[in-house]
C-alpha cells in the first residue's frame, strides 16, 4: 500500500523558512509525480508545486521564487523549501500522488507564519 508522511512544520515568524518532507513507500517512487498542496482555514485546497519523475516542477504564482520543490529518489522523499514565508502561507501542507490509478495523500503538516 502507497503511503505518504509528511513532516517539518512548525511555526515561524514572517519572513522566516521551513523545508517540508514528504516520504514515500509502497511504490515506485522514481517512477511517480508528486504534488505539494495546501487548505488554509475555510479555503479550498490548493496545488502550490509539482514535480515529474524526470524533475519537471511547476508552481502555484502565489510561491513562485519563494518555494522550491525537490525530489531525492534515494531516499524516496520529496521536499519543499518555503523562504519569505508570509501570513497568508498558514495553512496545512499535504504531499499527494498517483499510482496504480488511485490519489494518495498524505496526513498533513501544520505551517503557521506570524507576522
Known amino acids: 500500500q502507497v503511503q505518504l508522511v509528511e513532516s517539518g512544520g512548525g511555526k515561524v515568524q514572517a519572513g522566516g523558512s521551513l523545508t517540508l518532507s514528504c516520504k514515500v513507500s509502497g511504490t515506485i517512487f522514481s517512477l511517480i509525480a508528486l504534488d505539494w498542496y495546501r487548505q488554509a482555514p475555510e479555503k479550498q485546497r490548493e496545488l502550490v508545486a509539482s514535480i515529474t519523475s524526470t524533475e519537471t516542477t511547476t508552481y502555484a504564482d502565489s510561491v513562485k521564487g519563494r518555494f522550491i520543490i525537490s525530489r531525492d529518489n534515494a531516499k524516496n522523499t520529496v521536499y519543499l523549501q518555503m523562504k519569505s514565508l508570509k501570513p497568508e502561507d498558514t495553512a496545512v501542507y499535504y504531499c499527494?500522488?498517483?499510482?496504480?490509478?488511485?490519489?494518495?495523500w498524505g496526513q498533513g503538516t501544520q505551517v503557521t507564519v506570524s507576522s
Open positions: 499527494k500522488t498517483f499510482a496504480l490509478y488511485t490519489e494518495y
